[in-house]
């Protein structure tokens, strides 16, 4: 184990669902990343946050709202997605921002049906 | 453009063999290079991490090499296990400011009987 967690790890939605995905970290670390991977394509960076700031944000749709109540909770709300948003979703953490050793969760599979 | 090139992009060799894996980078500045395993449904997990000063790194069975050169990396697997069966993923940072890393797409081992 990683020391990061993420739930769901399986989560099927329709297009006018709401939902969410949860991510904590138990490694002390300050910084924390949302990531999306489609099959055959690199990891995708989403969102970044160092000391609950959001630091980066890479052109995300709005549908896709991210939440950081504290360094070691890290939330991705969903609404209105669309079938082509279906991929692995993965949070990962950080000491700090910048070159880092990222460590991963397990990711969340979503399905938008 | 800062891109990660892997090859190939996906192996299948036989339980005890051993492989290597490729890894081209056009990366500007550079500041680390890491492999990643990534296990089917899990997150990925570090196996490696060089600068530029470093030629050889080792880790069990496996091994990195770089080359900031020719900007070249490769990944040695040594007596492959059933467990090496994953995808490997190169990974470089760039020394600016943000997270600046550069995800490549990963080559798919499987280690067959």
């Known amino acids: ?113 | 453009k800062n891109q990660v090139e892997q090859s190939p992009q996906s192996l299948i060799i036989l339980e005890g063999k051993n492989c290597t894996l490729q890894c081209n980078y056009t990366v500007s500045p550079f500041s680390n290079l890491r492999w990643y395993k990534q296990d089917t449904g899990r997150g990925p997990v570090s196996l490696t991490i060089m600068t530029f000063s470093e030629n050889t790194k080792s880790n069990g069975r496996y091994t990195a090499t770089l080359d900031a050169d020719t900007k070249q990396s490769s990944l040695h697997i040594t007596a492959s296990q059933l467990s090496d069966s994953a995808s490997y993923i190169c990974v470089v940072s760039a020394a600016q400011a943000g997270t600046a890393l550069i995800f490549g797409k990963g080559t798919t081992l499987s280690v067959s009987s």
């Open chain 1, 1 to 113: 184990e990683t020391g990061v967690t993420q739930t769901p790890r399986h989560l099927v939605m329709g297009m006018t669902n709401k939902k969410s995905l949860k991510c904590e970290q138990h490694l002390g670390h300050n910084a924390m990343y949302w990531y999306k991977q489609s099959a055959k394509k690199p990891l995708e960076l989403m969102f970044v946050y160092n000391f609950k700031e959001q630091t980066e944000n890479n052109s995300v749709p709005s549908r896709f709202s991210p939440e950081c109540p504290n360094s070691s909770h890290l939330f991705l709300h969903l609404h209105t997605l669309q079938p082509e948003d279906s991929a692995l979703y993965l949070c990962a953490s950080s000491h700090g921002q910048g070159g880092y050793e990222q460590y991963f969760g397990p990711g969340t599979r979503l399905t938008v049906t």
